[in-house]
């Protein structure tokens, strides 16, 4: 099992930045790749950016594509999301999730162990 415990939301102003942070615990020597998910009142979870573990490699929604940031620090078994630019259509509550591989996926059904969640409003 892995657990994994998400960190550093808040609320923030049109343009402003916020980072966030998850903690990885537990089975992580099982973990391909993690990813953050956000999901907005009455909307559906949807994928945000993607890390591949072992190398590094990294993927991006559209819509946070040169703003956000997603990186990991393996001695630390943590991944942040580094939230640049951010617009009122971003709040949102943001999770972290691990898949088990064994390829770089957008979609929640992949993932196998989800985070408790952050909210991250950012107002206008």
């Known amino acids: 099992q892995v657990q994994l415990v998400e960190s550093g939301g808040g609320l923030v102003q049109a343009g402003g930045s916020l980072r966030l942070s998850c903690a990885a615990s537990g089975g992580t020597f099982s973990v391909y790749g993690m990813g953050w998910f956000r999901q907005a009142p009455g909307k559906e979870r949807e994928f945000v950016a993607h890390i591949s573990w072992s190398s590094g490699s990294t993927s991006y929604a559209d819509s946070v594509k040169g703003r956000f940031t997603i990186s990991r620090d393996n001695a630390k078994n943590t991944m942040y999301l580094q939230m640049n630019s951010l617009k009122p259509e971003d709040t949102a509550v943001y999770y972290c999730?691990?898949?088990?591989?064994?390829?770089?996926?957008?979609?929640?059904?992949?993932?196998?162990?989800w985070g408790q969640g952050a909210q991250v409003t950012v107002s206008s």
């Open positions: 999730a691990a898949q088990t591989g064994p390829f770089p996926t957008t979609s929640t059904y992949d993932y196998n162990y």
